[in-house]
């Protein structure tokens, strides 16, 4: 990536951030680009350097499935230079299986007509 793209996408993304903090994956898809071109962009805005200071920071973290089973946290950035909040702490495998067994078996009881009333009972109790 040359440079003069680099400060375009800055630029861009400082634009951006002005109307509200947003995640890395939002502001690719408001941009045209797909996340790993803009991560490494966001990586030096989020460091300071001898010349520049910090240009943005990590307000929150929300969690995104990206079209499979298992929940990431993604960073949501906002304008300033101001401390990142700390990375939430990882789900244990024991309730990620947990609550993936409990789905499983609530999908297959779900083969009789009269285990209807048992799924909806299951639904509004969870």
Do not use: C, Q
Request: glycine fraction near 8%; hydrophobic fraction near 35%; charge should be positive.
């Amino acid at each position: 990536m040359t440079k003069r793209r680099r400060n375009e996408l800055v630029n861009r993304i400082t634009e951006l951030l002005t109307e509200g903090p947003e995640t890395g994956e939002a502001l690719a898809a408001s941009i045209g680009l797909d996340g790993s071109a803009i991560r490494s962009v966001l990586h030096r805005m989020r460091t300071a350097s001898p010349k520049l200071p910090k240009r943005i920071y990590i307000v929150d973290y929300r969690y995104d499935g990206a079209g499979g089973t298992r929940e990431y946290p993604r960073a949501v950035f906002a304008l300033g230079d101001k401390p990142d909040k700390r990375k939430p702490k990882a789900v244990p495998n024991r309730v990620r299986v947990t609550k993936w067994y409990r789905k499983r078996v609530a999908a297959t009881r779900l083969n009789s007509i009269f285990n209807v009333g048992r799924m909806a009972h299951y639904i509004a109790t969870n």
